[in-house]
């Protein structure tokens, strides 16, 4: 699993049309994937659909499907079926979210994170086997069914987001690949050191997992107006988003700046808290700012290890912004 992948734009406003121009561009600018995300607006899966319909050759992705909002068998069944409408070319990315998320808005207690991760990544690849789904765990106990078609694919690849060390570890032992977001660029090497433990306490070997980072992404030849739409996004999610967030960004040494967002942000200060995001926490966090630099910033990350850095547009990112980045950052890269 190389190259450079690309999440769907999500606009209150995106039409089914902009979401099939957006992907036949992507697939014919030769990224490797597109990458739909799930929050409390459209649903993945649908989209997912919509797209495979409208295209050929590109990767398809959920980008992220919470454990907690369905239950596994009901995933697992949902991605075989969209990897027989695409021809084989389903990802599926899964992640716990958070608490404000999962009780606020699916109404469900967020507990167990770790455990549910686990059996949900388990319980999925026994569906998708094919084969009697017996199945005994802490949380779920299945028994007596199976797939009523075969899977075109049972190996769909699964991938976990994690940004905390036991999720990452977990992600080592269970996954086919590690999804990190809002972690500075020069913390994944530290932070992979979890996911090498993991995948070697089940005797599997590191380098056979993908590290596919979530990257925000705005790059232009105005290069400032680019930064800006970077700076309010991780202002959002480090001062606004409860404390994963913000606890990643202390724990690989931007303590002063995290602070300094959240202190802003708790006291309804959002331009303060935008103005908190200096340029070394942007240029650790982002790919923003002149296409030539934009460009240097994933060549690097490719460099240092990362086999599919994914690019996530600012939802505040105009149309012409999100165009001009996509064309920008197309592959090939050195």
Request: with cysteine; charged share 25%; proline share 7%.
């Amino acid at each position: 699993m190389k190259g450079v992948g690309i999440v769907t734009p999500y606009w209150p406003d995106i039409t089914p049309g902009e979401l099939v121009e957006f992907a036949r561009l992507a697939e014919g600018l030769g990224y490797h994937s597109i990458w739909v995300p799930e929050m409390w607006g459209r649903d993945a899966f649908s989209i997912l659909g919509l797209l495979a319909s409208n295209t050929t050759r590109i990767g398809l992705a959920t980008g992220i499907i919470p454990v907690f909002s369905r239950a596994p068998s009901v995933i697992a069944q949902t991605i075989a079926t969209l990897d027989e409408i695409s021809g084989g070319r389903m990802m599926l990315g899964l992640g716990a979210s958070g608490p404000a998320v999962i009780e606020n808005w699916h109404g469900v207690k967020f507990d167990k994170p770790l455990r549910r991760t686990r059996e949900y990544v388990e319980i999925i690849r026994m569906v998708l086997s094919g084969g009697r789904v017996d199945y005994e765990g802490e949380i779920f106990r299945l028994k007596g069914f199976r797939l009523q078609f075969k899977p075109p694919r049972p190996d769909i690849p699964i991938l976990v987001a994690a940004i905390g060390p036991k999720n990452i570890r977990l992600t080592g032992e269970v996954a086919d690949g590690w999804i990190p977001f809002l972690i500075p660029r020069e913390g994944i090497n530290e932070a992979r050191k979890e996911l090498t433990l993991g995948a070697e306490s089940k005797g599997r070997a590191a380098s056979e997992l993908s590290v596919c980072p979530y990257i925000t992404t705005s790059v232009s030849e105005d290069a400032e107006t680019a930064r800006a739409a970077v700076r309010e996004h991780i202002a959002y999610y480090i001062g606004g988003m409860g404390t994963f967030y913000y606890n990643t960004l202390v724990r690989y040494g931007y303590g002063e700046e995290a602070g300094a967002i959240r202190s802003a942000w708790e006291k309804a200060d959002r331009n303060e808290a935008v103005s908190a995001v200096s340029d070394r926490v942007l240029d650790s966090l982002s790919v923003s700012g002149a296409p030539g630099h934009g460009r240097a910033i994933v060549e690097s990350c490719i460099e240092d290890g990362m086999n599919l850095p994914i690019l996530l547009f600012p939802p505040k990112a105009s149309r012409e912004l999100v165009r001009e980045s996509l064309e920008s950052l197309a592959p090939p890269y050195a």
